[in-house]
């Protein structure tokens, strides 16, 4: 099997469960602001396992570029990453502590947001 070039990349997505009421309260807060903040498209809530997934959850899918306005770099290089093998070490020194400032949020007047 050859490898697949990361120019075909459609989309990414995310997992967002939740095992209590509090928990999906936090869940649904989560889900709002991330609707009003970015172009995304929101997936069923899922009140139980389904699928794979061993817990209550919703996915959130967004385009490749959008991955960089929503990970830390230095948190997902040390701290989040998965390795397939041997971790090699990693020069977090030249990774920065924080993103660089966002501009002031777009009006989201074309909602993805689906149930």
Do not use: C
């Not at 997934?53 to 998965?82: C, I, T, W």
């Amino acid at each position: 099997m050859q490898p697949r070039s990361p120019s075909e990349i459609a989309s990414y997505h995310a997992h967002i469960y939740f095992r209590s009421s509090g928990e999906r309260a936090h869940a649904a807060a989560l889900r709002e602001a991330v609707a009003e903040r970015f172009r995304v498209r929101l997936g069923f809530w899922r009140e139980g396992p389904v699928g794979p997934h061993g817990a209550a959850m919703y996915q959130v899918a967004f385009a490749p570029e959008l991955f960089q306005s929503l990970v830390n770099a230095k948190r997902d290089h040390l701290l989040d990453a998965v390795w397939i093998g041997t971790p090699l070490p990693l020069h977090g020194e030249v990774l920065p502590e924080e993103q660089e400032a966002e501009l002031a949020g777009e009006p989201n007047t074309d909602p993805t947001v689906s149930p």
